[in-house]
C-alpha cells in the first residue's frame, strides 16, 4: 500500500464536525475528495472518497496521481489524525469525470472488526493486503489469500513480487494489523499472472 502525494498548494478546507469521526461522517455524506491523515502510523496522506465508516473503521476508494480510482483501503478511525477537504477538490472531480470515473460504492461492505473487514475484503477480489505496523517503516504489507482465521490473527496465503504462490500459510495477529487494502490494479494484475493458488502446505509441514 502507497501513500499518494498529491499537491497541497491552495486553502485547505476543514471539515466542521467536531472529533475525526464527525469529520469521517460529513466526508461520507458530502461525496467530497478527502485527504486522511494517520500520524501515528505513517507518514503521508491517503487520498480518496469516504465510502463507507462504522463506529471503529472507515473505508476510503482511493484516488491515485493519474485520477483513477485504484482500489480500497480501510483504516481504523482511532488512528486518523486529521481529515480535510482535498485542497484541489475542483481538479479532483473534474479530471475523475474526464477519465469516466464513478465513486465506487460498496453498500454490504462489513466493517464490524478486521477480522470481519477481511473476509468482506475477500468476498470482493481475489488478494488482500494486510498492512502491518512496524516501528521502523510504518506499515509493512502481506499480500495474499486469505484463508482463515485464527482466535487472534489472519491466515494468508502469500503471493510474492514475481507472482508466485508461497506453499504455506501465516498467521497476521489483529493488534499489529494497520490497515487493510484491497481491489488495486496492482493485486489485481498479481492475481491473474499467479493464477489459482496451490492448497496450502500444513501448518509445520513445510521448510524453506
Known amino acids: 500500500m502507497a501513500n499518494i502525494k498529491h499537491h497541497r498548494e491552495g486553502n485547505v478546507v476543514q471539515f466542521r464536525g467536531g472529533?475525526?469521526?464527525?469529520?469521517?461522517?460529513?466526508?461520507?455524506?458530502?461525496?467530497?475528495?478527502?485527504?486522511?491523515a494517520r500520524e501515528r502510523v505513517s507518514p503521508g496522506w491517503v487520498h480518496g472518497y469516504v465510502i463507507g465508516l462504522s463506529a471503529e473503521f472507515c473505508l476510503v476508494a482511493e484516488v491515485s496521481d493519474a485520477m483513477h480510482f485504484?482500489?480500497?483501503?480501510v483504516v481504523a478511525v482511532g488512528d486518523v489524525s486529521a481529515v480535510e477537504q482535498d485542497p484541489g477538490r475542483e481538479f479532483v472531480e473534474k479530471a475523475l469525470q474526464l477519465n469516466d470515473q464513478k465513486i465506487p460504492e460498496l453498500p454490504d461492505f462489513r466493517l464490524d472488526d478486521w477480522q470481519v473487514v477481511a473476509q468482506s475484503a475477500a468476498a470482493q477480489t481475489p488478494l488482500v493486503s494486510l498492512n502491518m505496523l512496524d516501528e521502523a517503516d510504518g506499515e509493512v504489507s502481506y499480500i495474499g489469500r486469505l484463508t482463515g482465521a485464527e482466535p487472534d490473527a489472519l491466515v494468508l496465503q502469500e503471493i510474492d513480487p514475481n507472482a508466485k504462490w508461497y506453499p504455506d500459510t501465516g498467521a497476521y495477529e489483529f493488534s499489529g494489523i494497520g490497515s487493510i487494502g484491497f481491489g488495486t490494479t496492482y493485486m489485481l494484475l498479481l492475481a491473474k499472472?499467479?493464477?489459482v493458488p496451490p492448497a496450502p502446505v500444513p501448518a509445520g509441514e513445510y521448510s524453506a
Open 193 to 195: 499472472i499467479a493464477g
Open 19 to 36: 472529533g475525526v469521526r464527525a469529520q469521517l461522517r460529513e466526508a461520507l455524506d458530502a461525496r467530497a475528495p478527502v485527504q486522511l
Open 70 to 73: 485504484d482500489g480500497f483501503l
